[in-house]
């Protein structure tokens, strides 16, 4: 019973993350090659998230792995996990914006588009089918994030949209700590110290970012 719950939850991801591909391939304003080109950076960038998490759950029970490798297969992925994977792609994106080899601004508007609606429907589902109450408040946040997303994204610069995005998203995320048990995103939960941390991070790069790009526009 445990693995086919596991099954249909994983499955809602990945129908959640490919009907927020679809989403982003057609209100984007950007050419079809460019739509293209970004969506597979995009479904790159998820599948190093994945290998991440695994090599996170070998990291968190290393003593386990030497022993026996296969017995990691029967660990599940918590927040721990999820939160190395996530420290994992900023270094990868990060390295990748040093060598010159993405826009991150580029990449990370347009996997807000993604990221948003995949997080809605997600949330949807799991208030609908799986008749999950701890859904509602994350379904009410992500609600407010997409319609807000959507009224600025034409409306102001990409740097702050992704500010918006990103102290809506974290204060929302620790607003739901405080007044439910906890708060999740993708049935992972958010710790209101990784999420506080994950903001400073995120924040302090994206305007390091900014400068540096105001700084080589008028070199």
Do not use: H
């Not at 939160?83 to 990449?107: M, P, T």
């Amino acid at each position: 019973m445990a693995t086919v719950d596991k099954i249909m939850s994983i499955g809602i991801i990945v129908i959640s993350i490919a009907a927020g591909l679809i989403f982003f391939y057609l209100v984007s304003d950007l050419s079809r090659k460019k739509r293209k080109l970004l969506i597979e950076e995009m479904v790159a960038q998820l599948i190093n998230f994945i290998i991440f998490i695994w090599l996170g759950k070998i990291i968190l029970n290393v003593f386990i792995f030497i022993k026996d490798p296969l017995a990691i297969l029967a660990y599940p992925s918590d927040s721990d996990a999820f939160s190395i994977a996530l420290l994992f792609s900023a270094i990868v994106l990060i390295y990748k914006s040093k060598r010159k080899e993405i826009d991150v601004f580029l990449l990370i508007e347009s996997f807000l588009s993604v990221f948003l609606v995949a997080s809605f429907l997600y949330e949807f589902i799991q208030l609908v089918w799986n008749n999950n109450t701890y859904s509602l408040g994350n379904l009410g946040l992500f609600t407010v994030l997409l319609v807000l997303y959507l009224l600025i994204r034409d409306r102001v610069p990409v740097s702050k949209v992704i500010i918006v995005m990103l102290i809506g998203f974290s204060a929302g995320i620790l607003l739901l700590s405080y007044i439910q048990p906890f708060a999740t995103v993708f049935g992972y939960i958010m710790a209101p110290w990784f999420v506080s941390l994950f903001f400073i991070i995120s924040l302090s790069t994206i305007i390091y970012q900014q400068r540096k790009k105001d700084c080589n526009g008028w070199n």
